[in-house]
């Protein structure tokens, strides 16, 4: 399981006062306003950046990091991630998981026979749907819902499904 989690990644700057506006990759933005810190990978290392304010703009979060106070400091930080360590995550409800840690599980039928490996979760407005690479190579495109995850053991790197029939 992954120790750190990505929240946003930094688009481009925000006015000339050091303000960047991120594109959240949370499923609750509004998590930014309880962040004190956050995690900025510069492509070389990961920095501890305190957060002193937060606004939102459309679909973006706007961030103003302590000590970085004018337009070009913050130019130099576009496209960069934001993280946290996990023990910062928002608590999951029962049946959710942090789509970095489904990424790259084993997924088997009901008969424990392999069905391929899980690459991408696709976020709809309905539900999840999961990108299964399947054993002889296809694609499966299949929807996390009940009738088709039937468990998911992220420990182990398991998760067993029932593929509904079409979907093949």
Avoid at 53 to 81: N, P, S
């Amino acid at each position: 399981m992954e120790e750190i989690l990505q929240v946003g990644v930094i688009a481009t700057t925000h006015g000339v006062r050091g303000e960047v506006k991120v594109y959240p990759t949370t499923d609750d933005p509004n998590r930014f306003k309880k962040l004190k810190t956050v995690l900025l990978d510069t492509g070389r290392e990961k920095v501890a950046m305190e957060i002193e304010g937060v606004k939102f703009f459309k679909q973006m979060v706007i961030l103003k990091f302590k000590g970085i106070d004018t337009l070009e400091d913050a130019a130099a930080y576009r496209q960069a991630g934001l993280y946290v360590p996990r023990e910062d995550a928002v608590r999951l409800g029962r049946d959710e998981y942090f789509i970095a840690d489904l990424i790259g599980v084993d997924v088997y039928d009901e008969d424990d026979a392999p069905v391929g490996v899980l690459e991408d979760v696709m976020t709809t407005g309905a539900n999840d749907v999961y990108v299964i690479r399947m054993t002889d190579g296809r694609e499966l495109l299949l929807p996390a819902i009940r009738q088709c995850v039937l468990d998911v053991d992220v420990e182990r790197g398991r998760m067993k499904v029932h593929v509904l029939e079409g979907l093949v």
